[in-house]
């Protein structure tokens, strides 16, 4: 999971917007952060490890004005965290830089698309999969001889797995999705100024309407003439009695930000819903609502709203401290679980708390929180899941490269709740979350069911074999 930003206008500096977009996005990445932008003669590229207020909380020394830009917040699912792997990309020509790209998902055939280009003499600084997007697009453009949207069409059928991207040239930029459109991208504007970005909480920063998605498989151009759309030419016909697209459920349950507009519907509403239909399904008695902030807070209080409970903010959370899901690293996670949260003892204590959570990845955070709930006070803590059972790995950009961290796909519920020292453990079903995306066939739900929409190779199950995403 990523966060990518872009911008055109016609008559002024958008720099500042390009910063206060990829700020509303911070959520969806808390490692690295870049930001590309053209003058119409000169692409410059400034990106570094750190929070946006850290690479951006000033304006850099040099001069960095423009009219057309991208930016990027990085979450990696693999690998350390370098300034390398930063994003933006740039590629260089005798002519200076010629085009860069940000883009947030996860390919599943990264290692024989990069061998391919390898063989044809194209160097690689890391292992990154915006880095191959770029150069696999710049090698058909420039050596091939392909317009831009041509060889972004090339893309799309060498190229496998999930990606939502922004390239960026001289004078404009192109925003393209894969053909399932698994992670968000949407664009809003008008003549003179148009915004392209992962989340539309990034559009209201900016002042721009909200116009559409960008379709799946569609490439938009953006520059001096405005905007034209280019439908994929397949993008009609179904595939295996669906349509092509496979949105992320996960989307909606945890990764974007409640006032953000996703694959059609506001998260917060979808959020309330699932908080209803574990409500409507439940039948143990509880005394108080309280949500793990901050993406379950719209569960619990659907939750709340449907059984007549009192909802309260029990857990304090330290928003300095990160997401803990999103954590690399196992030791982190711990850690940060121990400094995020602090519980308030006074809506704890003698009480039987329904304790709500979006999902359970790898239990870390459960079975700490159940812990200090009790601890708390709590005469009974019944954890609820706004989600599924997470039993297999997600290969298209989230932090789930081993379904050996996945408690989901190790132990049956009943164990998960001894596990994590719980009253009772209740999740949403599949067909339960399938009922709250309003009966539709276009998400993406292998991490819950195993279906997936991209063919995973045998060789991305082993850890080795995963390139750095993001």
Not at 121 to 145: C, P, S
Not at 173 to 198: N, T, Y
Not at 343 to 357: A, H
Request: charged share 25%.
């Amino acid at each position: 999971m990523c966060g990518v930003f872009g911008i055109f206008s016609s008559s002024e500096d958008v720099l500042p917007d390009v910063v206060n977009g990829l700020f509303q996005m911070q959520h969806r990445g808390q490692d690295a952060c870049g930001v590309a932008i053209s003058d119409g003669e000169r692409i410059r590229l400034h990106k570094d490890l750190g929070y946006v207020r850290e690479v951006f909380g000033e304006r850099p020394a040099v001069d960095f004005a423009g009219q057309v830009a991208i930016g990027h917040v990085r979450y990696p699912t693999q690998g350390a965290n370098e300034a390398t792997n930063a994003q933006p990309h740039m590629v260089h020509t005798l002519g200076g830089p010629l085009m860069a790209l940000c883009s947030n998902g996860d390919l599943t055939n990264y290692w024989p698309v990069r061998a391919q280009l390898e063989a044809e003499g194209i160097d690689f600084l890391g292992q990154n999969d915006g880095e191959l997007l770029l150069k696999h697009i710049a090698f058909h453009h420039v050596r091939g001889g392909l317009s831009l949207v041509e060889s972004i069409r090339r893309l799309q059928v060498e190229v496998h797995g999930a990606y939502s991207a922004c390239l960026l040239t001289r004078d404009g930029l192109i925003a393209f999705r894969d053909v399932h459109a698994i992670r968000p991208l949407a664009i809003g504007g008008e003549a003179g100024k148009w915004v392209v970005a992962s989340e539309t909480n990034a559009l209201d920063i900016t002042r721009v309407d909200l116009i559409d998605e960008v379709a799946p498989g569609e490439i938009i151009e953006i520059g001096g003439e405005g905007l034209r759309r280019h439908p994929h030419p397949n993008l009609i016909e179904l595939r295996e009695g669906r349509t092509t697209a496979a949105h992320c459920s996960f989307e909606h349950i945890y990764f974007s930000r409640p006032d953000s507009i996703v694959f059609g519907e506001r998260s917060y509403d979808v959020r309330k819903r699932f908080g209803a239909w574990l409500a409507e399904h439940d039948s143990v008695e509880g005394d108080v609502v309280v949500p793990v902030p901050d993406s379950s807070n719209a569960v619990a209080l659907g939750y709340a709203q449907t059984s007549n409970l009192p909802f309260e903010f029990g857990l304090m959370r330290n928003h300095y401290v990160g997401r803990t899901f999103i954590s690399p690293d196992q030791r982190l996670r711990d850690d940060k679980v121990k400094l995020k949260f602090n519980p308030l003892r006074s809506v704890f204590k003698g009480k039987r708390v329904i304790l709500i959570d979006d999902s359970i990845v790898r239990g870390t955070t459960s079975r700490k929180l159940v812990r200090m709930v009790r601890s708390a006070g709590a005469a009974e803590v019944h954890l609820r899941i706004g989600s599924p059972v997470t039993r297999h790995s997600c290969f298209y950009g989230v932090d789930t490269p081993s379904s050996d961290e996945l408690i989901g796909a190790r132990l049956e519920v009943e164990v998960i709740r001894e596990h994590l020292t719980a009253d009772s453990l209740m999740y949403m079903s599949i067909e339960g979350l399938r009922d709250c995306l309003g009966g539709r066939d276009d998400f993406c739900m292998a991490c819950f069911d195993g279906n997936y929409p991209v063919a995973v190779p045998e060789s991305k199950f082993a850890l080795g074999m995963l390139p750095i995403s993001g």
